[in-house]
Nanobody, 116 residues
Framework: QVRLVESGGGTVQAGGSATLSCTAYGIAVGDYSLSWHRQVIGKQREQVARITRGGATSVAGSLEGRFTISRDNAKNTVSLQMNNLKPEDAGVYSC??????????WGQGTQVTVSS
């Protein structure tokens, strides 16, 4: 059974940092592009950052310079480093694994709250 399990969420003070991790079970992340997405109540889920199989990264424009995505194929994980957090960064963060040749998988999500 394929599972993506996120960890590292919680409450962080504004200006602080947090690192989210997503560990995959049942698939080899090396076969997938990986991404982080944020869901805020009342808004559409949005992609925060993405890393391709080859390691190319992209981060949503407003988050560039503060958020960094990375992958460790040996550990079967993808991480999101978030710095200088702001209250508007709060939400449920989910990881996704996608490939043109395979099914797409989502994690359940982890809540990030930023206190001001």
């Amino acid at each position: 059974q394929v599972r993506l399990v996120e960890s590292g969420g919680g409450t962080v003070q504004a200006g602080g940092s947090a690192t989210l991790s997503c560990t995959a079970y049942g698939i080899a992340v090396g076969d997938y592009s990986l991404s982080w997405h944020r869901q805020v109540i009342g808004k559409q889920r949005e992609q925060v950052a993405r890393i391709t199989r080859g390691g190319a990264t992209s981060v949503a424009g407003s988050l560039e310079g503060r958020f960094t995505i990375s992958r460790d194929n040996a550990k079967n994980t993808v991480s999101l480093q978030m710095n200088n957090l702001k209250p508007e960064d709060a939400g449920v963060y989910s990881c996704k694994a996608d490939s043109t040749l395979r099914p797409t998988y989502w994690g359940q999500g982890t809540q990030v709250t930023v206190s001001s």
